[in-house]
């Protein structure tokens, strides 16, 4: 089973070590970090890099894909190597996933019309744009689509997908092993829980990304 | 301010990148991974390179360290060149922190002595054993000695790290627009909820790594 995670420039980390982190220890598995051109990757701030071994050239029948998103939606939605990618390889995989803003790029690659799916809180209207269905759920299965809600969501998404595929006896090691017992200092995670005055700072700063 | 987040072949990725993700966006602050020597270094499954732009040589007064772990603990423990490094910088950090057995370079290079700390739960036996007092909290404060549990708790350790250096607003913002809400589809993410055969199992595998 080859799982491969697609990077490209200005991806968000988190978004793609979180399904990392959880799906690597799959039975069989092999993980591969792929891109457009292998070799290095920066992500949103430039000051971390991640290197793809492999080239979206040389990964042509991934069992699982996984598309990190990131906050520039346009580096996904327009990003056409890598629509030309998950276009090809979807024709293959047994799961097609994503976290955050990665569903944009689904979406656009004309994968996820009229389907159920997820993505960060601030991009569900573009979502539903590119003709999907959109909801505010955390994780969202559709057949063999599977759908994360922002950053963090990633972690979620990626448990509930290896008990999906090895059993739940399993993702519960993964869970235990990662100590994925979450306690945040605060509630303030999902634009219904945060003061509203927050809400309105992320929207403004959303809209000065794109 | 400059975190230096410090990179070392067998690391764990996610102890590296929940912290990052968390407290990458603190004002004025500019992030740096660093190790022994600049480049790639991989990550315990080697599948996964993360690139040090900077060696120990090059960042000498970091104010904030994270020091994340890894599976195999003598690769923390036992990191000359790791703890050399972390004994300099800690006599002018702000904030020396540690997820998951990083905690173990810290108490190995003498930091943590008679301190309050907390580590990966397979690992705390060992944390005792190097001089530290160690418990089962998530998070720990110690002055100016943080140590967040087992690899995903550097997302909370991050959080609330970042809400002591620049407010609960701040926080609560990186947590809104990490969409850091967590619902893990399993309760099994410390030994006292996990199941006791699959606790088992872990401290099988932990055993055979060491």
């Known amino acids: 089973m080859q799982i491969a995670i697609a990077l490209y420039e200005r991806f968000t980390s988190l978004d793609a070590i979180g399904p990392y982190q959880t799906l690597k220890s799959l039975p069989g598995a092999e993980t591969v970090f792929v891109a457009e051109q292998a070799g290095p990757v920066r992500d949103e701030s430039g000051t971390l890099a991640l290197v793809?071994?492999?080239?979206?050239?040389?990964?042509?029948r991934p069992d699982i894909v996984v598309v990190p998103g990131g906050p520039g939606q346009s580096d996904q939605m327009e990003n056409e190597p890598l629509l030309d990618w998950l276009r090809a390889v979807d024709a293959t995989t047994t799961w097609t996933t994503s976290v955050c803003t990665g569903s944009l790029a689904l979406a656009a690659a004309g994968l996820l019309e009229g389907r159920r799916a997820t993505s960060h809180w601030l991009a569900l209207p573009e979502l539903d744009r590119l003709g999907a269905r959109s909801t505010g759920e955390r994780v969202v299965f559709d057949g063999k689509y599977v759908t994360g809600a922002g950053v963090s969501a990633g972690i979620d998404m990626g448990l509930t997908l290896a008990g999906k595929i090895a059993g739940?006896?399993?993702?519960?090691?993964v869970q235990l092993m990662t100590e994925y017992d979450p306690q945040p200092p605060y509630d303030a995670g999902s634009p219904e829980k945060a003061p509203a005055h927050l809400v309105a700072i992320c929207r403004d700063r959303s809209r000065a990304e794109q």
């Open 52 to 60: 793809a071994d492999k080239s979206f050239a040389e990964v042509r």
């Open 168 to 173: 739940d006896d399993h993702a519960r090691v």
